[in-house]
């Protein structure tokens, strides 16, 4: 259940010190981005940091790192059952993520961490996340259409939930690439709050060999050598000494290239995203347009879910061709977020047929991410195969690598 609102989790937190120094981060696209470069530069730099994004990727534990490693399933368990055990002895109806919230803040503070960076989970100012007590920058990221039902149904609505991050004082870097009237709603809450506003950007001359990059990327790179710069003003490090740290990033799931051959029986490389609204999906076509269809013009066959309530129309229509290829799946129940509903694999099907992809190019794979992933490669023509439309698809389908022997 997603249930809003500071009260619990303060309750929840009354025991647990937050003497770290909080990098926080909201928006609708990037803001996942943003921590892992975060995070990576305040490693590289020698501090001792700590991480916690969400959702999960495979394992509930994996969103919560030190010092850019996942913390370990034993002590995940053991302060879980401590957070967990505080919640039923005080009575406080905590909420799933509440309780993993209040959890990854008890292992920064075990941990003793200097640093945490810290994504939001939904929304920004009703979010669990915007319990933390010592905040040294905020950052926002791309915002976009999300979530309607608990942020808003306008651009501005949400923008200002986003913006309920901001702290008094407290500079927040925002992507100058969101629309005027959402940096305009992020200006005006700031100037209430006198919260400095910063609009980073990298030179050409800043950013060496930026061609490896996509757009989007250099973007969120700015926002977070700009946040990583105000965090830590004794550190005098160059965005060009960070770079060849910068290029080691892997964040999973973003236009990531995988080897499915465990699963399918034939080596094939697949890319996976886990573009799940119109803003992401934006960006994953251009990626696919410009890297793929550029080299194979009989199209691309799409292994495609998605969470209910989704934008799917949105979705599919900047995403699909007519000569392409749609196999549709459903992903598995999320572990601890058990709000989350898969789409039916009828419903996407049905939503590319608007966008005239013929019956004969359309694979229902319903429950059975293997077997829809064997069609898709077991196909004649051998076209790039493109998994995306949920991170949850993207967790599933790692999670099965992983798993395959």
């Excluded at 005080?90 to 959890?103: H, K, M, P, R, V």
């Excluded at 009703?126 to 915002?143: F, G």
């Excluded at 700015?222 to 000494?241: H, I, M, T, W, Y």
Aim: hydrophobic share 40%.
């Amino acid at each position: 259940m997603i249930d809003l609102g500071l009260a619990r989790i303060g309750r929840l937190l009354q025991y647990t010190p937050q003497p770290w120094k909080a990098i926080h981060v909201a928006g609708t696209n990037g803001k996942g981005s943003i921590c892992a470069y975060l995070s990576a530069m305040l490693h590289a730099s020698g501090v001792s940091c700590a991480s916690f994004t969400s959702p999960h990727l495979i394992d509930r534990w994996d969103c919560i790192t030190i010092n850019e490693s996942p913390v370990s399933e034993a002590l995940f368990r053991d302060t879980e059952a401590l957070i967990h055990k505080r919640n039923q002895e005080n009575q406080i109806g905590a909420s799933e993520f509440e309780l993993l919230t209040a959890t990854a803040f008890e292992i920064f503070y075990r941990e003793k961490v200097e640093y945490g960076v810290v994504e939001v989970g939904l929304g920004g100012k009703l979010d669990a996340t915007n319990a933390l007590t010592h905040k040294a920058v905020t950052v926002i990221s791309k915002i976009g259409l999300d979530h309607q039902g608990f942020l808003g149904d306008t651009l501005t609505e949400i923008a200002l939930h986003k913006a309920g991050i901001i702290r008094r004082g407290v500079p927040c870097v925002v992507d100058n690439s969101n629309k005027s009237s959402v940096l305009k709603v992020i200006e005006g809450h700031a100037e209430e709050l006198g919260a400095t506003v910063l609009y980073p950007s990298i030179a050409a001359s800043d950013f060496p060999g930026n061609q490896t990059f996509e757009p989007h990327q250099i973007q969120n790179l700015a926002c977070a050598f700009e946040a990583f710069r105000l965090a830590c003003p004794d550190k005098q490090v160059s965005l060009g000494e960070f770079l060849p740290v910068i290029k080691q990033v892997a964040w999973p799931g973003r236009l990531q290239p995988i080897d499915i051959g465990r699963v399918t029986g034939q080596k094939r490389i697949a890319l996976l995203d886990g573009a799940h609204n119109t803003q992401s999906a934006e960006v994953l076509a251009a990626y696919v347009d410009k890297h793929l269809r550029a080299s194979f013009k009989a199209g691309i066959t799409w292994v495609l879910a998605a969470s209910a309530g989704k934008d799917l129309s949105g979705i599919l229509k900047l995403l699909l061709h007519p000569d392409d290829r749609v196999c549709a799946v459903k992903f598995g129940p999320v572990d601890g977020m058990p709000w989350v509903k898969a789409e039916d694999s009828s419903a996407i099907l049905n939503t590319a047929t608007q966008y005239h992809i013929d019956s004969a190019n359309q694979f229902n794979g319903e429950g059975d991410i293997a077997g829809t992933l064997k069609h898709a490669a077991g196909l004649p023509d051998r076209r790039p195969i493109v998994i995306a439309g949920s991170l949850y698809l993207v967790s599933d389908v790692l999670r099965l690598l992983r798993d395959t022997k």
